[in-house]
Structure formats: C-alpha cells, structure tokens
C-alpha cells in the first residue's frame, strides 16, 4: 500500500487512470536490469527512478572519460576515471532515495548472465557492443524475461521489444530474429568510430524507459513485434514490423546451437 509520500511524490502519475494506486506499487515492486550505464542506460535510469521503479540493478564495468560527457550527461567532469555504474547508482538514488538501487561494476559474460536475467523481471538492453547484445538477447528468451532494446550511433536510433518466450507473445521474434548474424565492426560501426549526437541517445532511452514502465502496467500496446527508427537529421519515425524466423538459432528450433 502507498504511504503518504509516496502518493505525493508520485502523484501526478497516480492520477492518471491508466496507472492509478494499483499501477504505482506495480512500479514499486518491479525488479528491473539495466545493462550498460552510457548514453542509454543514463536516461534510463534517471526516468526509471523517478517513476518509482522499487528495485534496479545496473550493470557497467567501465569508466568515465572525458569523451563520455557529450552525451552522458548524469556524469561530471570531476567524474572522469571513476567507475560508471556506481555514479550511475549514485545519482538515480540522489533522484528517489525510496528505491533500491544495486550497482555491479563487472562485465556482462556467459557465467553470470543467466543469474543476473532470472532475477529480475525486465532486462534492459543498454550496452554498446554486439557480442553483449546477443548475449543478453539469448539469455532474455531462455529466462524468459521481455527484453527491452535500444541502439544508437551518429542521428539515428532504434528501440525494440522482444517477449518471444512470454506467455501471450509466443510467435513474437526474439533479438535474432530481428538481427539474424553478428555484424563486424565494418558493418556496425560504434560510436567511437562513427560518432553520436547526445539527444539522440537521449531520445532512445526515454522511449526504453517508457516501453519499460509500460511492460509493467501490462500496457497493451509495446514495441513487441516492431522495431521504430529514429532518423534524427530528418526529425523521422519510421516503424518497421518485425516477426519470428523459423530458422532462429535463438527461437526457431530448440535442437540448435546458438551462434
């Protein structure tokens, strides 16, 4: 049940019939993983504790550099060499200190991805290179969790959810379904060879917190089945439908190995 702060810290959203009482302590009760603590994972989190999300992990071992700061704009120039997940924590706490907020300053792999997916309920997609992606996509529909997923590089984004493993969305693609084969780094370029525009960055993570908080709320209407590109230099949305592959290596057929 709401205590008095809390329905006057989240009032403006209680008020709203799509949320109401019974909605906010969902948001309280969620468990939810981000990982990757950049450009992405930095609105997330900031949206995600605002909303009163009750319990985030966010998982980042790197550090901030001075190249970080045109787009991940939680982190200060003070902040430089220190780690990101636990400034990350630190300044999402400072937003709602009433939420829990654990931090891992370790590198997503194969020993501990499972553990870190089944015990949360969302997994947010906030990472920047592709073998994590796919990584934490595989994991997503084995531990049947909703993956929540956002890219971005120079002014163009994407955000997608893939639930290809949850009951009611059985059919609906999984990540490898939407991106078949890894590519290399020819292919898909990061942001440190091709650039980033911050706001678009921005722009990608508001729309995962926002898919996020409406996964829980059971909103009918996500980004499941849909992929939406962001074409930042045009001010374009463009919304791509999305299905599974009977061919998967991830969904498709069980009696496959994964890439």
């Known amino acids: 049940m709401l205590n008095d702060k809390d329905l006057e810290r989240y009032a403006r959203q209680v008020i709203m019939p799509a949320i109401g009482e019974s909605g906010q302590e969902k948001l309280l009760s969620a468990r939810v993983l981000v990982v990757g603590a950049g450009g992405l994972g930095t609105p997330v989190l900031l949206y995600l504790a605002a909303a009163g999300i009750g319990n985030i992990t966010v998982v980042d071992d790197d550090d901030i550099s001075r190249s970080d700061l045109n787009r991940q704009v939680i982190y200060r120039d003070c902040d430089i060499g220190s780690s990101k997940s636990h400034h990350a924590a630190k300044a999402a706490s400072a937003l709602n200190p009433d939420i829990h907020i654990a931090q891992l300053a370790t590198r997503l792999s194969s020993f501990n991805v499972e553990e870190l997916v089944t015990t949360h309920d969302i997994v947010i997609d906030c990472t920047d290179n592709a073998e994590t992606r796919y990584l934490l996509g595989d994991a997503a529909h084995h531990c049947c969790r909703p993956l929540v997923f956002g890219g971005a590089v120079r002014m163009e984004g994407q955000v997608s959810v893939f639930q290809s493993s949850i009951k009611g969305h059985f059919g609906s693609p999984c990540y490898r379904c939407v991106f078949p084969a890894m590519p290399d780094a020819k292919q898909a370029p990061g942001c440190s060879e091709a650039g980033i525009l911050g706001p678009i960055v921005g722009l990608v993570g508001t ?53």
């Open 207 to 259: 729309i995962q917190a926002l898919e996020t908080i409406k996964l829980i709320l059971d909103q009918p209407r996500t980004l499941t089945g849909r992929l939406l590109l962001i074409e930042g230099a045009g001010t374009e949305f463009i919304e791509v439908q999305t299905s599974a592959r009977l061919d998967c290596n991830c969904c498709g057929d069980p009696a496959k190995d994964l890439l």
